[in-house]
């Protein structure tokens, strides 16, 4: 079983985020998979088995199996569309299934729209020993902040023993509005085992939503200001599903 490395969410100036991918015959067992991507040694490894005419993914990071992985998806669908010669590929996972489409050079994968939920009430005391002065904060998976510039978002500073005091979410995402109809993003998961991921998928369930609402468009761009810089084009779709539109390419050996 051998490992491709893809980059996904690249662009011209944006390296994008590296993910293993891995076809399997059968499932292994959990310590397997998490001893495999742990010896791929990238942020993700998305495991893939066929089984039955389908596709069934999971995800590991480092230290742990990890739920919806947009990046490690894409990566993993680009790696099938490319290798079986198909135009789309449904990726089916105990979180849903996972449209992943070929569009000449780019890929797009159809997620789901998620909505605001009620805040944990120790939301606010987390905000402020961060030291930040949001505009709005919303939670769903994750605890969204939306701050005033880009600058705001750039500038901010980790610490990692104040992000591992986060409440009850699973990641905590910094945002900003850049221009007539895009966003910028960071995303801290240090509960998985990522202090700062590079780019992420995942991250516009909580944030396409908002962002059209706010900016009245059906079409977004979005860049994450990480080291290495993502950039995605974000399309709505339905009310429940979007489609992020990207690139992904296989390293040279």
């Known amino acids: 079983m051998q490992a491709e490395i893809y980059d996904v969410f690249c662009h011209e100036h944006h390296a994008g985020n590296p993910c293993g991918v891995v076809l399997l015959p059968a499932w292994l067992a959990d310590s397997e998979l998490l001893k495999m991507s742990q010896d791929i040694g990238q942020p993700v490894t998305s495991f893939v088995m066929h089984c039955n005419d389908q596709y069934h993914i999971r995800w590991f990071s480092l230290t742990e199996e990890i739920n919806l992985c947009g990046h490690g998806s894409l990566g993993a669908g680009a790696a099938i569309l490319q290798a079986q010669q198909l135009h789309e590929v449904t990726l089916h996972s105990k979180y849903g299934q996972i449209q992943v489409v070929a569009r000449n050079d780019h890929y797009q ?145």
């Open 109 to 253: 994968i159809k997620l789901p729209s998620w909505r605001a939920e009620q805040l944990d009430l120790q939301v606010a005391d987390f905000i402020q020993q961060l030291g930040l002065q949001p505009l709005a904060v919303f939670g769903t998976r994750d605890l969204i902040v939306v701050l005033p510039s880009e600058t705001a978002v750039s500038n901010f500073q980790p610490v990692v023993a104040l992000l591992e005091q986060m409440p009850n979410y699973h990641a905590l995402i910094l945002t900003a509005q850049s221009g007539n109809d895009g966003y910028v993003l960071r995303y801290f998961a240090p509960k998985i085992g990522i202090l700062e991921d590079l780019t992420t998928g995942s991250a516009h369930c909580s944030l396409a939503p908002y962002w059209f609402s706010q900016l009245q468009t059906k079409q977004l761009t979005a860049r994450q200001l990480s080291q290495s810089g993502g950039y995605f084009q974000v399309v709505d779709h339905t009310d429940d599903t979007f489609w992020l539109i990207a690139q992904a390419s296989a390293r040279t050996p």
